[in-house]
Structure formats: structure tokens, C-alpha cells
């Protein structure tokens, strides 16, 4: 009875071992038929309802491309009809103006485009459907340049900033072999993204060059395909659960959108090299496949009350897998901090290479003008001398007070020089990083006092056009009068064999201040490569090919632009482009540092 006994008591002892075993394998089984079950479940239901949506989105696709193209096809044909207006043709004749824009307004109202311009020889608005664009300048815009240059239609992309896009067709008014002027016709094309934003839930047009020209997301325009879908705010921990919960029955998922999965169809646009892109979510697909998952993850729910112990398991490991992703990403931080400190200091470095091969280029122009400069000194001493020897002489004869007034002379002689050499200590000095008010005007007339020994020395007639007001930069006073007489310097060279040389400097402003240096001489030969370091069209040894190249620098560090076109009739037209100072306000800069 004894060893019955003690029989009876090892026997669950060494039962309990073996239950346990079987119990983890009953575990493993229904959890793994559970996923197995639901998995192949969501696979084939997902395939076959995906499917069904994404023939939907690509039909609505279509749709909408030939839409696009319709809406393109229908404006490009406008300006050959109005470049053959006889009322047009004859308002840029005779230069009356006063019917022009009610007329262009009927027919905006007929046609449907979203605005119609018409521009004069000289690129100025003259007539149109919108009022506040009469009188603006589009000399530079590209549907201007582009239709003087060709004899068709042309059609232009043009980005306003901030996310908006102009989309033109524009031809030239041609009349008796002579170019009148430009009309310039804009596709309504936001009126389509308005109407995909109801229908579709997210809907992009590209480029040939990817970038996006149209989309329901303001956002998103501007940006390229990778970059747009990177745009979304950062979900929260409990967004990322659900998103989790959503996503995973909705595979393969192409991109997200707003935090949403979502199909992505593509399709081609007979035109320029545009896609379209639709992005579908998957809602109506989820709605329906977790209509089947719920009842079939209702039936599992009890059995799968032991995949805990797996889980618990899972989370363990998990757990030590973040810890030592933890420890990779601090060693990766510190090696990131080292990286920057080490690239910030190379910038410094770099910063101050570049104020030594600009103090060295001003310090060569001050060595070519050198020689104008010993003689505009030169004659106010030959003068100071005159006036003594006769002074000498008054005091002598006893006429005191016209030896006075040689005095005077002398003395106005002296502050001339005084000003020639506070000019040339002032340009010599190296200029600072930090930008102040600076009046255009006055860098200008600056400039040109500097460059008048070298103007002077050569029949070089010279034009000035500055307004009356003043006109205020933000900038650096000595670095801009470093840029203006480079740009003075080069049209010196550019039209030193013309026997007619001309130069003529103006001071504009609008929504920017503008300063154009024209020269009548023979052009740019490759505009392509001017602004490149060590180009240059002079002969070995007189010019290092820096100086364009510093000065479109110089003019980038205040937030503007250095551009550079040829004059139809012959010379080359340099211009700087800055923001203007407004006081109280914020400077915007056009260029990114």
C-alpha cells in the first residue's frame, strides 16, 4: 500500500511536465490556424475588392486626363484667333487702348479662360481681363520671351510661389512683318482640380520633370512625387495603433496620404510628358473585408486567450531588440554630432575664403584704376599751384581779398581730392556680413564716381537714369558698390572698340528694385557658363574670370539675383534684382543662402 502510495503521488508529478507540453503545442496550433485562417481570408478578400476599386480609380482616371487635355486643346486655340483680331492688331497700331480690355473681357466670358492679356512690343500690359495687371512689365516673363521667339502658340508653366502656377499659351501679334505685341491666354485649369477634390480623394499632376504642377493638396505643388508623400503630420501614439489595426488588412499598400494608406494609379498624359497620379483609399475595401475578419475573429477569441504566453515572449525579445536599436542610435548621434561640428566649421572656413577672393578682387580693380585716380589728383595740385603763384601776386600788389578767393579754390580743391581718397579707403576696406538700409541711388552714383577716371580716359558716353525718391536695400553698401562696378567695369571692356560707345545705368523699382548696366557692345557669346568661376572672355592676363562670379554671390548673400541677357539691337543687358527695405517688415530674401 505503501509503494502504491507513493506511486499515485510521482505519476501527476511526472504528468504535469507532459500536460503543459501539449497544452503549449494546442496553443500554437490554434493560434497558428487562427492567422492562418483570418490571413488567407483578409489576402483573398482584399485582392478581390482591391482590385474592383483600383479598375474604378483607373477608368476615373482616364476621365480626367481627357478632361485635361480637352480644357488645353480648347485654350491653345484662343491666341491664334485673337493674334488675327483686326481690332486688337489695330489697337497696338494706333496705341489706343481704351476698348481693348473690355474687349478681352467678352471674350474671356465666351471662351471660358481664366484671364487674357495683351501685351506691346516693349512687354508692357495694355489691355486685360484683370485691372490691376494694366501697366505691369512682363519683359522677363517667360510666355513674353518665349512667343517672340517663336512664330506658334507657345505654352508656358510659370510659379508664382507659394504653391500657385499659371498655366498660359501665348502668341505673338504679328502684323505687316512686324511684331506688334503678345497675347497671352491662361487655362483654367484649377477649375478641374476643384471638381477631382470632390470626387477623388487625393489627384496630382506632374511634369516632365516630376515635379507637381496640379493636386488637390496645396501642398503639395511644387514638391516632387517622394517629397509630397513625406509631407504629413506626425501621428500620435494612438494614431499609429489604429493605423496599425487599419492598415494591415489593406495589403499591399502603395503610399500614404494624410496618414492613410492609399492605391496609387498612374497614368500617362499625351502632352509636355504630364502624369496623373489618383490616390484611392482603401475604406470601402477595409469596410467589407473586416466585415468577414470580425466574425471570424469572434470564433477565435477564446482559443487564442493562451497566445498571451507567446506574446509576453515576443514582447521580451522585442524589448531587447529596442534596447540595443537604443544603444546603435546613441553611438549614431554622437557620430552625427561630430559630423556637424566638423561641417560647421568647414563652413567657416569656407565663408572666409570666399571675403578673401572678393577683398582680392576689389583690390585688383583698385590697381587698374589707380592710374585714372593719380591723375584726377594730379590736376586739382596743378590747379593749387596756379591759384598760389597768382595769389602770391594779388598779396603782393595789395589785393587781399581777391587772394582770398584763390584760397577759397584751393580749399575746394583740396576737399575734391579729400572725397577721391575717402572713396578709394572706403571701397578698399573689407565689407561686413551684416546688412543694413542702403539707398540704390547712392551706391550708384558712388560707383561711377569711382569708375570716372577710366570713363573719362575713353569716349565712353554714359547715361544715368535714377529716380528722384530714394530707393532702399537691404544690403551691404560696400560689397553693392563692389558688384555695381564690376558690372561698370565690364561694359568699359565690352565697348571699348566701338567708336559710338555707350553705357547706360538705371535705377528702377517695382515690386523689387532693379539695377540694369547696358552696353552697346557686341553681347555675350555663352550665357550658359558667365556666372562659373574662371570664365571669362578677356585675353590671358587681364582678367582672372572672378569677377562676375563673386558679384552673383555678393547679390545672392542680400536675397537677390545677378541675370544677364543680349539686347536684340546688340550689347548685353546686366541686371540686379533685390528685395526693397519696407520698414516695419520682414525682408523676404529670393534666394536661399
Known amino acids: 500500500m505503501i509503494e502504491e502510495s507513493e506511486s499515485e503521488r510521482i505519476r501527476p508529478r511526472l504528468a504535469q511536465p507532459g500536460n503543459s507540453w501539449w497544452l503549449r503545442i494546442a496553443v500554437a496550433l490554434i493560434f497558428g490556424v487562427a492567422i492562418a485562417s483570418i490571413w488567407t481570408t483578409n489576402a483573398w478578400l482584399t485582392t478581390r475588392f482591391s482590385e474592383n476599386t483600383r479598375v474604378r480609380s483607373e477608368l476615373r482616371l482616364a476621365l480626367y486626363t481627357g478632361n485635361l487635355l480637352s480644357e488645353l486643346q480648347r485654350t491653345a486655340v484662343v491666341p491664334l484667333l485673337l493674334a488675327r483680331d483686326p481690332a486688337l492688331i489695330g489697337s497696338l497700331n494706333s496705341n489706343d487702348f481704351s476698348t481693348t480690355s473690355a474687349r478681352l473681357i467678352a471674350a474671356q466670358k465666351e471662351i471660358g479662360a481664366a484671364s487674357i492679356r495683351l501685351l506691346d512690343a516693349s512687354g508692357r500690359t495694355v489691355g486685360s481681363t484683370d485691372r490691376y495687371q494694366l501697366g505691369t512689365n512682363n519683359v522677363l516673363s517667360p510666355f513674353y520671351v518665349e512667343a517672340l521667339r517663336s512664330s506658334d502658340t507657345v505654352f508656358t508653366v510659370t510659379n508664382h510661389g507659394s504653391g500657385a502656377y499659371e498655366f498660359t499659351y501665348s502668341r505673338a501679334v504679328i502684323a505687316d512683318g512686324r511684331t506688334l505685341g503678345v497675347i497671352v491666354v491662361g487655362a483654367d485649369l484649377s477649375r478641374l482640380e476643384r471638381s477631382w477634390a470632390g470626387i477623388s480623394d487625393a489627384v496630382a499632376v506632374t511634369d516632365s520633370g516630376g515635379t507637381i504642377i496640379l493636386a488637390t493638396e496645396p501642398r503639395w505643388r511644387g514638391l516632387t512625387m517622394p517629397e509630397a508623400l513625406a509631407v504629413r503630420d506626425a501621428p500620435s501614439a494612438i494614431q499609429r495603433a489604429f493605423q496599425v489595426t487599419a492598415d494591415w488588412t489593406a495589403m499591399p499598400i502603395d503610399a500614404y496620404v494624410q496618414g492613410r494608406a492609399v492605391m496609387q494609379a498612374e497614368a500617362r498624359i499625351p502632352f509636355r510628358g504630364w502624369r496623373m497620379t489618383s490616390f484611392t483609399t482603401y475604406a470601402s475595401v477595409r469596410e467589407q473585408v473586416n466585415a468577414v475578419l470580425a466574425l471570424e475573429i469572434m470564433g477565435f477569441a477564446i482559443l487564442l486567450a493562451g497566445a498571451f504566453y507567446v506574446l509576453s515572449r515576443r514582447a521580451r525579445s522585442q524589448s531587447v531588440a529596442y534596447m540595443r536599436e537604443s544603444a546603435d542610435l546613441r553611438a549614431l548621434n554622437l557620430r552625427l554630432t561630430r559630423e556637424i561640428a566638423e561641417r560647421e566649421r568647414m563652413q567657416k572656413e569656407l565663408r572666409v575664403a570666399e571675403q578673401t577672393v572678393q577683398q582680392s578682387s576689389k583690390l585688383a580693380a583698385l590697381g587698374e584704376m589707380s592710374a585714372g585716380v593719380s591723375h584726377e589728383l594730379n590736376q586739382p595740385l596743378a590747379a593749387m599751384k596756379t591759384y598760389l603763384a597768382g595769389a602770391r601776386l594779388l598779396l603782393q600788389r595789395g589785393r587781399a581779398e581777391e587772394a582770398l578767393s584763390s584760397f577759397q579754390r584751393i580749399d575746394d580743391l583740396i576737399e575734391r581730392m579729400g572725397a577721391i581718397t575717402r572713396q578709394l579707403k572706403s571701397y578698399a576696406r573689407k565689407g561686413g556680413e551684416a546688412v543694413e538700409p542702403v539707398d540704390l541711388r547712392a551706391a550708384v552714383s558712388s560707383a561711377l564716381t569711382m569708375m570716372e577716371p577710366q570713363l573719362r580716359s575713353r569716349t565712353i558716353r554714359v547715361i544715368r537714369n535714377l ?3 530714394t530707393v532702399m536695400v537691404m544690403a551691404d553698401r560696400i560689397r ?12 568699359v571692356d565690352a565697348v571699348r572698340d566701338k567708336r559710338d560707345a555707350r553705357i547706360e545705368i538705371t535705377v528702377e523699382t517695382g515690386a523689387h528694385a532693379h539695377v540694369l548696366v547696358r552696353d ?20 590671358p592676363g587681364e582678367g582672372t574670370g572672378l569677377g562676375l562670379a563673386i558679384s552673383s554671390s555678393i547679390v545672392a548673400d542680400f536675397g537677390g539675383r545677378l541675370t544677364a541677357h543680349n539686347e536684340d539691337q546688340g550689347g548685353a543687358v546686366f541686371a540686379v534684382e533685390l528685395p526693397l527695405h519696407k520698414p516695419g517688415q520682414a525682408q523676404q530674401t529670393l534666394a536661399a543662402e
Open 520 to 539: 552697346n557692345g557686341p553681347g555675350i557669346s555663352d550665357l550658359e557658363n558667365l556666372f562659373e568661376p574662371f570664365w571669362t572672355t578677356k585675353k
Open 480 to 491: 553693392l558698390e563692389q558688384v555695381i562696378i564690376n558690372l561698370l567695369r565690364n561694359a
Open 467 to 469: 529716380p528722384r525718391g
